[in-house]
């Protein structure tokens, strides 16, 4: 299931279980969150303290020596409506430049995912963000509940995870089919047992709330926030509940809200179908210098008849089987700048060595040398089910495999088999809010014409049911566009930092 965390490749441009869509819920909803439980910090200001050490476990070592590195922790509600259900502790970073001058405030930073650390971007974004920006905002990354440094999701045992990653994503068999649905039953079951009714409040709403309670924790009167993939959903939900809070939101890589589990899928399917032909061009233009050579999808499609038939194997002694390939090709087509490394690690496996094709997949399931795991697919699963309404049932799952083999033929049945995820998952369902964010001042949507994980389409259908969304578009390739290229940088600086809207319709050249 493609996740839509891999944010750093597009972010610096070198280096994150599908985009969490649900169906819409309509409503009104109050412009500020509940009552803050007594003793909690969720309305107080953050207490900073130096935290090289987590810096360090980062980066490897000390981190842009232009920064000051802080860290803090910030305990809000589990449940906002519910405020006496007890707390969840959520980790922050901040990066403030030592040369800042004329600060502007803080700017809440938002990988995607669901599950992607935001701790780790405040970092990362200190190598990769325009310096005109970073020195007029602190950079302040925040762990969503559920996700890394903060209270999180740590239900499913490495050892699924190991069978999840290496399992075929088109089981066309139907023992092989129930095997899967029965991998998924049995971490479903797990995390039930372990949370409980706990289990739902990971959500996407509950962590709108927080990201207000966060708003307040840095002491801005309203906030400055950089959402990329999921992060941009995150932005939408908190336009909706909080729109007379907002000083500038930019939302790059737009998920659709309106969108249920099934189309949004089927949308991937179509953006990543797209994004492995534009590739497939390359590899063409290329002739024998591509390392598949010219006719890349016939390559890859001989990779996996081989090694379905035969799997070889890594150094470390694990099969290379389709999952793992299929996982390659899919964190691969996240950055146009992964394509040579792509080509490199399929021609690898048809030469019998697979370790290529592991290290691509390793690192987008946060799988460590070791063999033990982040938690990055227990918090995904986990806010993406909560946010469901109404996933697909396990038979039209299978219904949809055969569907969109034909339709999708590399990406259509893994897509279908991704969901189900949610047709298993045992918690209660809290699907967010939809709608106009009524109030607001004007929202900035990115969206990149090539990226395969939210595609284009997404970015005026987000920008529409805000209200006051401008779409500013880069004809690129790859998830995320900011700051990708000089007049992408040009337009987002000068909104995040002067509040100037780009000119509508404004459209930026891949290079």
């Known amino acids: 299931m493609p996740r839509t965390s891999r944010l750093l490749a597009a972010v610096l441009a070198a280096a994150a279980l599908a985009a969490c869509s649900v169906s819409p819920v309509e409503g009104t909803f109050a412009d500020g969150p509940a009552a803050t439980p007594s003793g909690s910090t969720a309305t107080g200001q953050a207490r900073w303290e130096p935290c090289a050490d987590v810096v360090e476990e980062i980066t490897g070592g000390r981190g842009n020596t232009r920064f000051r590195y802080s860290c803090a922790t910030v305990r809000v509600p589990q449940d906002w409506a519910q405020p006496e259900r007890g707390t969840f502790d959520l980790a922050l970073l901040r990066a403030r430049a030592t040369d800042q001058d004329r600060r502007v405030g803080s700017m809440l930073v938002n990988p995607g995912g669901p599950g992607a650390s935001g ?30 440094r903060s209270t999180e999701v740590a239900c499913i045992p490495d050892r699924t995870k190991d069978a999840l990653a290496a399992a075929d994503p088109d089981p066309v068999g139907s023992a092989e089919f129930r095997a899967q649905v029965g991998l998924w039953r049995g971490a479903a079951d797990g995390c039930g047992r372990r949370y409980g009714a706990r289990l739902g409040l990971f959500n996407t709403e509950q962590t709108a709330r927080d990201l207000d309670a966060l708003r307040a924790a840095v002491g801005d009167p309203k906030t400055t926030y950089l959402g990329y993939s999921y992060g941009t959903l995150l932005g939408a939900v ?37 994004a492995f032909d534009d590739f497939a061009a390359a590899c063409r233009q290329r ?30 002694g694990r099969a290379v089987t389709t999952g793992y ?16 490394a792509l080509g490199r690690a399929i021609a690898d496996v048809e030469n019998g060595d697979g370790d290529h094709v592991l290290a691509l997949a390793d690192e987008y399931n946060q799988r460590r040398k070791d063999g033990t795991y982040g938690n990055l697919i227990d918090a995904n699963t986990a806010i993406t089910c909560a946010d469901e309404a ?24 893994p897509l279908a088999t991704s969901l189900l995820t949610c047709a298993v998952w045992p918690s209660t369902r809290d699907p967010y809010p939809t709608g106009p964010a009524r109030g607001a001042p004007p929202i900035l949507v990115v969206g990149t014409t090539g990226d395969p994980a939210t595609p284009y389409e997404n970015t005026p259908k987000l920008a529409s049911m805000l209200g006051t969304g401008i779409v500013l578009t880069w004809q690129g390739e790859g998830h995320t566009a900011y700051p990708q290229t000089a007049c992408v940088s040009r337009a987002v600086d000068a909104y995040l930092l002067e509040l100037k809207v780009p000119a509508a319709g404004l459209s930026c050249p891949a290079r």
């Open 238 to 274: 908190y336009a909706r509940l909080f729109p007379r809070r907002i000083r500038a939101l930019v939302l790059d890589g737009a998920v659709d809200p309106t969108a249920g589990p099934v189309e949004s899928s089927r949308g991937q399917a179509a953006g990543f179908e797209r």
């Open 287 to 316: 002739g024998s210098a591509c390392p598949i050579g010219p006719d890349a999808r016939a390559a890859v499609n001989r990779v996996l008849a081989a090694v379905r038939a035969r799997p070889p194997r890594g150094s470390d």
């Open 325 to 340: 390939v299929m996982t390659a090709i899919v964190s691969s087509l996240y950055s146009q700048s992964q394509w040579t």
């Open 119 to 148: 701790v780790e971007l405040a970092v990362y974004l200190t190598y990769g963000l325009p310096a005109e920006v970073t020195r007029r905002v602190d950079i302040v990354g925040f762990d969503p509940r559920g996700v890394g």
């Open 390 to 413: 109404t996933p697909p049932t396990v038979s039209e799952v299978r219904r949809l495999q055969g569907e969109w083999r034909t339709r999708y033929p590399l990406f259509g049945a």
